[in-house]
């Protein structure tokens, strides 16, 4: 069973709102500026919630922002968002072509959030899955053999298979902040991922981990 993992970016105007529910899906939804109501649960800036039924999306006033991560079928069309001062972009869309996620299988559906210091550098390492990254705050360089990136901006997404070996680092000028979705196997849950291949692993500082979601799921 072949699935992709679709990352979206949503926009609400002041006072915009959905004029109907997207499809029932395995999503996680974090709200990046603003408060949103979310089928009816008012949520602020820098909060998540997964939710596997339909969604319809409120503004509480101001513009706000929410990016959204699903597994869906490789050939589902994107599930954009229509409504009054709704604006909906897929950002991107990856098959998860490198883990076998059988029908019926239990799997990981994790939100975190990553933050380093200004001149970071992760060296080698790997995880034990895939996922779509987006930044938050700061530049960030990704270098490995599937999709490199360099400069990327805040509310730029990449994609890490997991198994493919990543180097990256953030800018001698100010520390980065991203969030990574990831389909992770089950006994990874409350853990953080990482296998370090050049030695011992950096030290983690105080606040550098932040766990939004961790929600296992059947495909």
Known sequence: MSL????????LGEGGATSSAVPQAHRILYV?????????????ADEAIYCDGPVTLRSSGAWCQIWRWELASPNTPALLHAGSDVLSMLRMQRII?????????Q??????????????????????????RCLVEGTFNVHQAGESARDLAPGDAWWET?????????SEQMGAKFMRAMVLPVEWQG???GEWLSGTPPVRRPGSWKLYVDQIVTV
Do not use: C, E
């Open 162 to 170: 997991g198994y493919d070996t990543v180097v990256a680092w953030s």
């Open 191 to 193: 853990k953080v991922t």
């Open 97 to 105: 072509a490198n883990v076998s996620m059988l029908k019926g299988t």
């Open 4 to 11: 992709a993992l679709n990352f979206y970016h949503d926009q």
């Open 107 to 132: 799997w990981l559906f994790r939100l975190d959030r990553i933050m380093t210091p200004a001149g970071g550098v992760a060296d080698r390492h790997q995880h034990p899955g895939p996922g779509a």
């Open 32 to 44: 990046r500026y603003g408060s949103v109501d979310i089928n009816g649960l008012m949520m602020g």
